[in-house]
């Protein structure tokens, strides 16, 4: 039986699983770790250092150490927002063919799906070291606001590290998942999972072993770096005043900052003030200073405030996308690393009236529910019973999972994943609208036809613009591509019915095809996709 | 492998009546509110849903359930979006696919003396609710007690309140 992977590659930390017959077994690190940072180096000595080890050359060698890519990948280099996260990174990045994000390192240029798929061989090469088999599938999990360009480029990862992505889940639905396989409730929840980059909260209905995303939300530009950010900005400003200079140009300095305000984050999620140095601060004079700071946990939760009413405005807007008051969730679960910060618990408490489930482990949750897909497409979890969200916490002795070879004890059970379109999709129709085909939350796999016709007399070419958002202009939306059909026949205008049809796969991605009524001839095109990986690069 | 034979069967008649209107190839009524064809659709999907026959199929059949089920999504869509739109028409206390939240536990019973339950800020609140429920006014009381929960958003009294109010509204006609 062929064993798969379930991975959560995240911007900050990757996780990787595998269902096993004892339940599900994390992929771990050289040290016995679970978790992963999502680093990747090229020292200046050679080669290429994966993980945590790649993690020690941040201070040494900011300009070759990379971080983040998440935020890069399938992005189009242009675009407001990844310029501003542009300017919170230390390597280089410059604009490649198709307006997509290049990394340049020492002589290398690689796009990002390179870079990320360093993360995903890393931890191939740790689960097979650890299982002592080759693994080809994996399911890879992405934020729910992920875009069609981004899935396209994770997809590509994949298969440069040598996996075939057999599904790409939304993080939140595989956090249910690993919630909710085998409990055999009814019950709806909201999973909130704020983590190292992005934000998305997920509303979803568990029918037995049905799992219906209701709706779903997030900002793709909102993480625990930003809170890092907001707090290194403080103790710049602090390093300013007391030892009279402006760190801020030093990108070595500038890193140490962030570790620092990163570990004073964590400290005050547990503790109610914060006080220490930051030492080995290089001085302009040439000498080596240490800055001091004191903090309380209400000084960091006045600074990181905005942060937290974005993600409660956005939960609030997802109640209503789903049409349900707070009062009919009967669980939160909270996922990604920023929901230990006590004020984003508080927080979502006042929101829903109860508090959010936090005993299961925020890091690892969305990798085993990735592990419990993964093992139900290649077929291997014939039956489960119990795979409850405790296990990612404690061991994983006991087996909730039967495997193929053995008799299943009940009934056939395989997960049904019910997950939905993240945002409204629409073609560019007459006097610059945008015609909704899609809409957003729909469920998926979906597909959707609407006839068009030509707007002048003997039009024999017709471009398909397909954009994304909400909008009723399509200008103000995000374009996504154009679908180019050619050799029509010469009618008057009005006359010529063109069929174009939008289907979303199961994995989030767009294609789109048109045919003309009449003649039944299917003109089947490829939606050029701005920000997407080309395979090569100039 | 009746499944099989089942799905292919159920996949080539949604295939060639794909312009079928949405509730049709849903098979609800035309005016199905929200539970309905959210069952009807978790009882499709659970025999249908193409992951679930990724093993057992060509990949041309496993194309041709794919895009039956493709179309079935779109139908509910549509039956949703109108079931929604039809919903937002009613208070929404009485709106469709809103279960009933279940009474916690050892909750007080609204007679209970308030003032030790509830900060005094929020006893303000409670008492204009206590004034529209001696009027029959079941909405704004809620909206007092939501109003109540929002500053003190601790007390267990006041959200067993809530609740109490909120099942009295279900049952008034």
């Not at chain 1, 503790?271 to 220490?276: H, I, L, P, S, W």
């Not at chain 1, 053995?406 to 049904?416: C, D, F, M």
């Not at chain 1, 979906?446 to 024999?460: G, K, L, M, P, W």
């Not at chain 2, 199929?57 to 179309?71: G, I, N």
Request: proline share 6%; with cysteine.
């Amino acid at each position: 039986m062929a064993i798969a992977l379930g991975i959560d590659l995240g911007t900050t930390n990757s996780c990787a699983a595998v269902a096993t017959p004892t339940g599900v077994e994390f992929v771990l690190g050289s040290r016995a770790e679970r978790i992963h940072p999502s680093v990747v180096a090229f020292p200046a000595s050679g080669g290429v250092v994966v993980g945590a080890d790649a993690k020690r050359y941040r201070l040494t060698e900011p300009g070759n150490v990379i971080h983040s890519a998440k935020r890069f990948i399938g992005q189009n280099i242009r675009a407001p927002l990844v310029q501003l996260a542009l300017t919170g990174i230390r390597y280089k990045v410059v604009e490649g063919p198709n307006q997509q994000p290049i990394v340049a390192v020492r002589d290398r240029r690689m796009t990002m799906p390179e870079i990320s798929s360093h993360v995903l061989q890393y931890l191939k090469r740790c689960a097979e070291r650890q299982l002592g088999t080759a693994i080809a599938d994996a399911v890879v999990t992405v934020p729910a606001n992920f875009t069609d360009a981004q899935r396209t480029a994770t997809k590509e990862a994949g298969r440069l590290a040598g996996l075939n992505v057999t599904r790409l889940i939304n993080e939140p639905t595989a956090a249910a998942l690993a919630y909710g396989f085998g409990r055999n409730k009814d019950q709806l929840i909201t999973v909130f999972d704020f983590g190292g980059g992005t934000f998305d909260v997920s509303i979803l209905k568990i029918d037995g072993e049905v799992f219906e995303v209701l709706a779903s939300d997030g900002d793709f530009f909102l993480g625990g770096d930003d809170l890092d950010r907001a707090l290194a900005e403080v103790l710049a400003a602090e390093c300013t005043r007391v030892l009279h200079f402006d760190p801020r140009p030093n990108a070595v300095l500038m890193m140490k900052l962030m570790m620092g305000a990163e570990a004073i984050k964590c400290h005050l999620s547990d503790n109610d003030a914060a006080e220490g140095e930051i030492d080995g601060i290089d001085l302009p004079n040439g000498q080596v200073g240490s800055l001091s700071f004191s903090l309380t946990r209400l000084q960091f939760e006045e600074l990181i405030n905005g942060y937290i009413n974005r993600t409660i405005e956005v939960t609030r807007q997802v109640l209503a996308q789903a049409n349900l008051p707070a009062s009919a969730i009967s669980d939160i679960l909270c996922v990604g690393g920023s929901t230990r910060i006590p004020a984003v618990r508080q927080r979502l408490a006042e929101v829903f009236l109860r508090q959010p489930n936090v005993s299961i482990n925020p890091d690892e949750v969305v990798a085993q529910g990735a592990a419990i897909q993964a093992g139900s497409l290649s077929g291997s979890i014939t039956a489960g019973t119990g795979m409850g969200a405790r296990d990612a916490v404690l061991t994983d002795a006991h087996s909730p999972l039967i495997y193929g070879g053995g008799k299943p004890q009940t009934a056939l059970v395989r997960p049904v994943l019910l997950d939905v379109n993240p945002s409204t999709l629409a073609i560019q129709t007459t006097g610059g609208f945008a015609e909704k085909l899609l809409d957003k939350n729909a469920p998926i796999p979906i597909e959707r036809s609407r006839v068009f016709t030509t707007a002048r007399d003997n039009q024999t070419r017709v471009e398909i613009d397909c954009c994304r958002g909400e909008s009723r202009r399509y200008a103000e939306n995000e374009p996504l591509g154009k679908l180019v059909l050619e050799e029509l026949p010469a009618k008057p205008r009005g006359d010529l019915k063109i069929e174009v049809s939008f289907r979303v796969d199961a994995d989030g991605i767009l294609h789109v095809a048109a045919s003309d009524v009449d003649s039944g001839q299917k003109q089947e095109a490829v939606l050029h996709v701005i920000g997407a990986p080309t395979g090569d690069i100039a | 492998m009746n499944a099989r034979l089942d799905v292919l069967m159920w996949a080539q008649r949604i295939n060639g009546n794909k312009k079928l209107p949405p509730h049709q190839l849903l098979a609800v009524p035309a005016n199905a509110d929200m539970e309905t064809a959210q069952a009807a659709f978790h009882k499709i999907a659970r025999m249908a849903h193409p992951d679930l026959h990724r093993n057992g199929l060509t990949a041309a059949e496993l194309e041709l359930v794919t895009s039956a089920y493709a179309t079935i999504a779109n139908a509910y869509q549509s039956c949703r979006n109108q079931a929604m739109a039809t919903a937002r028409m009613k208070p929404i206390d009485k709106a469709p696919g809103v279960p009933a939240p279940a009474t916690p536990s050892g909750a007080a019973p609204i007679q209970a003396g308030p003032q030790s339950a509830m900060s005094s800020r929020a006893l303000v609140y409670y008492r204009k609710a206590e004034l529209c429920l001696k009027r029959g006014d079941l909405r704004g009381a809620m909206l007092q007690l939501k109003m109540a929960i929002g500053t003190d958003p601790s007390s267990t009294f006041l959200r067993a309140a809530l609740i109490e109010v909120e099942s009295e509204a279900r049952k008034a006609p």
